[in-house]
């Protein structure tokens, strides 16, 4: 029903930038919320950041608060995470998800759909 594409990782020093994109496709859909997830090595699945698609409402993880911003463009059912200021920590994959309805936005059982993850990795 629905498809989720994300755009490649990469790898980057610390400090530096990265940014993520992630496309939705599919016959028909809606969209409450769509939020990002990392999951580093040996650590369980956390939420990083959230945006509500009809306001636009943004949500984040006290560990990016101030580095991170996440967007959205409705008219091409995308959504970004633009990362700044790098560190090793959030070297992780990164994984974008789709709630159709009404979920918890960082809540990870809440979502209907998830992409095939992108590796980002942090240098010191």
């Known amino acids: 029903q629905v498809q989720l594409v994300e755009s490649r990782g990469g790898l980057v020093q610390a400090g530096g930038s990265l940014r993520l994109s992630c496309a939705a496709s599919?016959?028909?859909?809606?969209?409450?919320?769509m939020g990002w997830f990392r999951q580093a090595p040996g650590k369980e699945r956390e939420f990083v950041a959230a945006v509500r698609w009809s306001g636009g409402n943004t949500y984040y993880a006290d560990s990016v608060k101030g580095r991170f911003t996440i967007s959205r463009d409705s008219a091409k059912n995308t959504m970004y995470l633009q990362m700044n200021s790098l560190k090793p920590d959030d070297t992780a994959e990164y994984y974008c998800a789709l709630d159709q309805e009404y979920g918890l936005f960082s809540k990870r059982s809440d979502y209907d759909y998830w992409g095939q993850g992108t590796q980002v990795t942090v240098s010191s």
């Open positions: 599919g016959r028909t859909f809606s969209i409450y919320t």
